[in-house]
Each structure stands twice: as C-alpha cells, then as structure tokens.
C-alpha cells in the first residue's frame, strides 16, 4: 500500500491493495483488524495494479491511476464491482486533482525528439478516453528528470507542488539534485518552478501543507523524517 487518502466529510480513509486488484475504505477512526466498510473490487472495475488514488470530496469522485496508464473514476461511495463512471489515458501514475478548477493533473513521461522526458500533464477535470492535456509542464528548465512519484495540488491558490526525486535505487538519489518545486497550474511549456526547495531533501516522495501557518510538509525516503518549510509567499492572497 503506498498511497492513503482521507475524507474529512465522511471521516474515512482510503487507500489501494495492488495485490488485491482493490480500494479500501475504513473509517477514520478504525482500529486493530478492522474489516473496510466498503472496497470496490472486481472484474467491472477494471482494476489491475490500483497504487495510488485521489479524491474529490467536491465532486464526489475517487480517481485511480492504473496499469496500462490510464485512470479510473468512480463515484467516492463505490462499493463493490462497480465500473468506472469513465477512464482517462494519461500515461502517468502520479495524480492530483483541483476541485476549484476542475483540473486533473497527472506526471508521465513525453517523448520529445526520440527521448523520454519527465512532464506535468494539466487535463479537465471531467476528461476521458484519449483526451489531450490542455497544458504541459515539460523541458530542461523545469528540472524534472524523472521519479515523480507523489505530489499535491493547493487549489486556494492554484499551485502544483511536485516532489522531485529521481529514479533508481539505493540509499542516495539517481540523478542528483532533488527538490521541491511550485508551478502554477496555468504554466505551459519549458518553465521553472516559481519556487524550488532543495536544503536537507534527498529523497523526498510525499508532500502535504499547513495554510493556517503557511508551511509545506515533506516526507524523504532516504532520510526517513518529515521536514516542514516555511513558504509563506506560496500561500499570500493573489500571489502568482
């Protein structure tokens, strides 16, 4: 299980089994062996390799990226074999969604001139089948060369905030340099990120902010530690 999401409206929490081809729900305040109050699983749901999952309490939509690069979307309180009320071909694993914007955003790789690079795909929120993203976040400037595995949307704002952390193995990143980074989710095209994080991290993989006190919230997989920045400018009324 490697992602985990919480529905402050409902108190639960959900998470992915790719080895169960299934998504789980518990209650928030589950505990010991506490059976799920509902999993959707089944031949309909068209899940594979389900790891990781995003929610949108607005809407009422539960979005899961899955093999071969495309996402399903279910209604949030599916249960069962329930099919995808649609599916949308992205490419990527990693998913955020904008409810504000009625954004989907997710991280795949483009090929540009017969090379692989790591991109930000922007896509409507509602799209589905083989629809183009509508922006993409791509190029040597955006420092992103591959591992982005989890990121997160600030939608008040309009941020994408992207853990970069490299591919491959081992205790120390492959390439070097990670970082945190915030784009804007109207930025297209070969742009840096409007601000970049990279004193302590190593291998950050999860992010997650604190507006009350305008701090970002990363976890690092080499370092094994949670460090908390402050980025107050991130979180300023009209900031751009």
Do not use: C
């Not at 169960?20 to 589950?30: C, D, E, I, K």
């Not at 010991?32 to 699983?41: A, D, K, N």
């Not at 991280?107 to 930000?120: M, R, S, Y």
């Not at 205790?171 to 070969?190: A, H, K, L, R």
């Amino acid at each position: 299980m490697h992602d985990i999401r919480y529905d402050a409206v409902r108190d639960e929490f959900l998470v992915t089994n790719p080895f169960a081809q299934a998504v789980l729900t518990f209650r928030g305040s589950a505990n010991g062996e506490e059976p799920p109050v509902r999993m959707i699983q089944g031949p309909h749901t068209q899940l594979s390799v389900p790891d990781t999952l995003e929610i949108d309490t607005v809407h009422n939509e539960l979005f899961v990226p899955d093999s071969p690069g495309q996402v399903h979307v279910y209604p949030l309180d599916g249960k069962g074999d329930v099919a995808p009320l649609r599916n949308l071909r992205t490419g990527g694993n990693a998913i955020a969604v904008d409810p504000i914007h009625n954004l989907l955003i997710t991280a795949a790789g483009i090929k540009v001139n017969d090379e692989t690079q790591e991109a930000l795909k922007i896509f409507n929120r509602t799209d589905e089948g083989d629809a183009k993203p509508i922006r993409v976040i791509a190029g040597p400037h955006t420092g992103l060369l591959g591992g982005t595995r989890q990121f997160a949307v600030y939608p008040e704002g309009g941020w994408i905030v992207v853990t970069q952390s490299g591919g491959g193995g081992g205790d120390e990143p492959y390439p070097p340099n990670p970082f945190v980074g915030v784009w804007s989710i109207n930025d297209n095209g070969d742009v840096p990120p409007r601000w970049k994080i990279t004193t302590v991290v190593k291998k950050p993989r999860s992010i997650t902010f604190d507006a009350k006190h305008k701090e970002l919230i990363v976890g690092d997989m080499t370092l094994n530690a949670i460090m908390t920045y402050s980025l107050p400018e991130m979180f300023a009324p009209n900031a751009k």
